[in-house]
């Protein structure tokens, strides 16, 4: 099978890659480094059992002539590149909506025009400020005003949603869509306001740990390799297209817990820093309060169980920072 992966070298991309790589697949990345890094997947191109079988790209997916040249070559595609982390989407509104909407756009219709399956990764995100718990793919969508700019992302995500549907009625394109909830793991940095690496780093240099609002705002947290389960079982599926599927985890905790948890287990003295939205962010910065996903659709149609829970996704991570900071 010969795979193009847009987004590959970033953290999720980089460990799908691995993945599709030990099954014995040709994978074709495709990456602007913008908030990835070839460090994600230089042990990959360093592995002589992947020699000959691992192409990179550095390059936009925004680039035409190079993106129909991939599309054509490859067998499959999984869609991962986009803008990423909260800090990211605030600091490059205009970049983020770009690379969303008119990336997959460009995506949907090459792999439509070649006929070729694809699984775009949508995001939480699309559930706004929704306070109830399970989030079902049913539910309503985003709420929240023009004025808090966190939410382009989400309507850029649900563009992308609705141009996927709307390939698949028009045009039979075979696309699925995950909506990925918070995931961690190994490789993933905090630079772009992900919690849990930045908890970590922050516990491990002893500093304190960044929590903000009050803390109580609450989320369940996959590891990355049970995600990159959750998607390649959706494209080896075969009644998965034309679908929305919650990706994520079921253990519910709040960020105060969280921290704490994290000071436990690295045996830190840091202390917990109660840090208001408005100094961590602009005065104009939305949080979800709350964000559990319902799984049950995706565990009927392909059984997925995450495997890993928070505790042993928290050593994980705290063994990655270790080894990379020495
Ligand atoms: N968060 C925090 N301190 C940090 C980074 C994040 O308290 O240094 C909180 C953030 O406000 C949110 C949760 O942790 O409530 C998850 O944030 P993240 O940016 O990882 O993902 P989100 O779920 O917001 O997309």
């Given at each position: 099978m010969r795979v193009l992966i847009t987004g590959g070298a970033g953290f999720i991309g980089s460990h799908l890659a691995e993945a599709c790589l030990e099954r014995g697949d040709e994978v074709y990345i495709i990456d602007?480094?913008?908030?990835?890094?070839l460090d994600n997947i230089r042990a990959l191109q360093n592995d002589d059992r992947f020699k000959n079988r691992l192409f990179v790209h550095i390059d936009t997916i925004l680039n035409h002539n190079m993106m129909l040249e991939l599309t054509g070559i490859c067998d499959i595609v999984f869609h991962m590149a986009a803008a990423v982390g909260v800090r990211y989407i605030l600091d490059n509104p205009l970049k983020s909506i770009k690379i969303n909407v008119e990336g997959t756009e460009k995506v949907l219709s090459l792999c439509a025009k070649f006929r070729k399956k694809v699984l775009i990764a949508s995001s939480s995100?699309?559930?706004?400020?929704?306070?109830?718990?399970?989030?079902?793919?049913?539910d309503n969508i985003i709420y929240g005003?023009?004025?808090?700019?966190?939410?382009s992302y989400a309507a850029s995500k649900l563009m992308d949603e609705f141009t996927a549907l709307a390939y698949y009625r028009n045009r039979g394109l075979q696309v699925m869509i995950a909506r990925l909830f918070n995931t961690v793991g190994?490789?993933?940095?905090?630079?772009?306001?992900?919690v849990i690496p930045r908890f970590v780093d922050q516990a491990l240099k002893n500093k304190p740990l960044t929590v903000y609002?009050?803390?109580?705002q609450t989320r369940t947290f996959t590891y990355v390799k049970d995600v990159v389960r959750a998607l390649t079982g959706l494209m080896d599926?075969?009644?998965?297209?034309g679908e929305v599927f919650n990706v994520g985890g079921t253990e519910e905790i709040t960020i105060l817990d969280l921290a704490r948890k994290i000071i436990r287990e690295t045996g830190s003295a840091s202390a917990c820093e109660l840090i208001p939205y408005e100094k961590a962010f602009a005065a104009d910065f939305e949080d979800m309060q709350r964000r559990v996903p319902s799984i049950d659709k995706i565990r009927k149609a392909?059984?997925?169980?995450?495997?890993?829970g928070l505790d042993a996704i928290l050593r994980h991570v705290i063994n990655y920072h270790m080894s990379v900071t020495g």
């Open positions: 602007d480094l913008s908030t990835g890094s995100e699309v559930y706004g400020k929704h306070l109830h718990a399970p989030l079902v793919e049913t005003p023009t004025s808090k700019f966190r939410w190994p490789r993933q940095t905090g630079a772009y306001g992900m609002g009050d803390g109580t599926a075969n009644d998965t297209a392909i059984g997925f169980e995450p495997k890993t």
